[in-house]
């Protein structure tokens, strides 16, 4: 009887997660898998030529091209300059929305707000604010900081000040994001951590430098980890605002294998750059488990 | 010491409108922008005057439906991202479920390869899955955009977490009226678990609403993109009308942030929840 029930259970429980496996095996396991053999493949939509066995042919290619070794570059650029940014901005918001003073919900939709903008829309919203020339939102603003001295450039089409621009565009609609991360985080911590500073004399820069930032340690971890993730993800904003240009200067691994699979059909050439992704993903994500790991350690 | 506390209040409150503006005035921009003749949008960009509504004309949201079947795209949006929602909290709930209470062989397995799948993201996957699809011959229909998304690895995650913190008591109670594991699921966990599924369905449709990469690469036909390919596509539509462009793009995020405010607990709370796992 107790058997029979179990097997009942049993049959059941599949009902309940077989469409949900199905559906991972179809369309993220079974490509995730094709993904690493096809790369060592010559395979080309509509080649006549059949599908042979190339070994490392493609990885070799790849890493003797220039866009694509341009766009790993720019994907660790972009990644060192929106890390720090976007955390740094994200934790000081957090920090403020956190007082106890009015109105602070009102500040927080209002930075929480471009979270919920499609990447696209704000990508063509800021195609604007960076246009050339004095008449520009950012030139003139720049002019009337700097009372005159600032030179209107063309952002989008300066090899130097393109990457930098789309990561202003990037910051903007993603930071809200993590401030609400980090802001869950803040209020999480137990507030008599600081009144026993207080007591003891701790001015609020100590408090900040040595409970709250080490209170924050793990919500930070997380969140510069989603962030560099979300760097060697970007496609969207150069897709619209430069293609990867000028001269390369914001092509993407991701802008990269997009153009090979579709330009030129080159499907087997695509999947070995999203394999290279994929091993950047992995590598930050065990590099995340190993410093957590290492703080319960400590602990 | 209260004359400091004030000072400082004031300068948070100081730092907090500067960044406000920062964070509104691109917003405001493209509202006032879409309200205005087209040649004074690029005109007035870089003066506060740019942020400021001169005129109300509804000229550019007339020029939006003349040019793009906007109707088209905002149709084909919606209809994709809900069919994603909906289908998505039905399947990754009961997969969730049978992981977190019922006994079954294969079980601790199965969970780890989900646990496994969650840290592959869409791009890795992108290519072969292209070209799977391409095989399927599901290139430029709807399908080709729900079907690969409803079962979510990380959903399933999110369920599962949820479903372990329940009390067992309500279940346990269930079970002695004799109803089995279906009917306790639907009558019983899933009215207790409101605040997951609200925030799966959030962070679900906010991802579908937004999505870019993969509507472009399987989608060639006007009829079945979506409305960021619409905004891209318009953007690029000669002559560069900054007024109709704008129109198209308010009203492109209107229903989103329409959402966001009446909801916006549970926005805060879908996003603060992916933060907690680990």
Known sequence: ?299 | MKRQQKIASLLVYGVLLLLAFIFVAPVAMMVVGSLKPDARVLQEAGSLSGLLPHTIEWQNYADVFARVPFINYLFNSLFISVSIVVCGLLVNSLAGYAFSRLQWKGRDALLLLVVSLMIIPLEAIAVPLFYEVTLLGWRNTYLVQIVPFIANAFSIYLFYSFFLGLPRELEEAARIDGAGPWRTFFYIVAPNARPVFASVAILTFLTQWGSFLWPLMVTSSESVRPLPLGIAAFYTLPPLQWGDIFAFGVMMVLPVLLVFILFQRWFVQGVASTGVKG
Do not use: C
């Open chain 1, 1 to 299: 009887m107790a058997n029979k029930l179990q097997h009942q259970q049993h049959r059941i429980a599949w009902n309940f997660v077989l469409p949900a496996m199905l559906g991972l095996l179809a369309f993220v396991l079974v490509p995730f898998i094709l993904a690493i053999i096809l790369s060592f493949t010559n395979l080309r939509l509509g080649s006549p030529l059949p599908m042979e066995f190339v070994a490392f042919t493609q990885y070799q290619r790849i890493f003797s091209d220039t866009a694509f070794l341009h766009g790993l570059r720019n994907n660790a650029l972009f990644a060192l300059l929106v890390v720090p940014v976007q955390t740094g901005l994200a934790l000081l918001l957090a920090l403020l929305i956190n007082q106890s003073l009015r109105g602070m919900v009102v500040f927080r939709t209002l930075f929480f707000m471009p979270v919920v903008f499609p990447l696209s829309l704000v990508a063509v919203i800021w195609v604007l604010l960076f246009a050339p020339g004095p008449e520009g939102s950012l030139n003139s603003l720049l002019q009337l900081v700097s009372f005159g001295a600032w030179q209107p450039r063309d952002f989008l089409h300066d090899a130097s000040w393109a990457l930098p621009a789309i990561t202003l565009t990037s910051v903007w609609q993603g930071v809200g994001f993590q401030m609400v991360i980090l802001l869950a985080a803040l209020q999480g911590i137990p507030q008599e951590l600081y009144e026993a500073a207080r007591v003891d004399g701790a001015s609020s820069p100590q408090q900040l430098l040595f409970i709250t930032i080490p209170q924050l340690r793990n919500a930070l971890i997380f969140v510069i980890l989603v962030t560099t993730i979300l760097a060697f993800r970007l496609f969207d904003q150069v897709q619209i605002m430069t293609q990867g240009g000028p001269q390369y200067a914001t092509t993407t691994v991701m802008y990269e294998a997009v153009n090979a699979a579709f330009a030129s059909q080159q499907v087997a050439r695509a999947a070995a750059m999203t394999v290279v992704f994929f091993v950047i993903v992995l590598l930050l994500t065990l590099v995340q488990r190993y410093w957590l790991k290492h703080e319960k350690v400590i602990e």
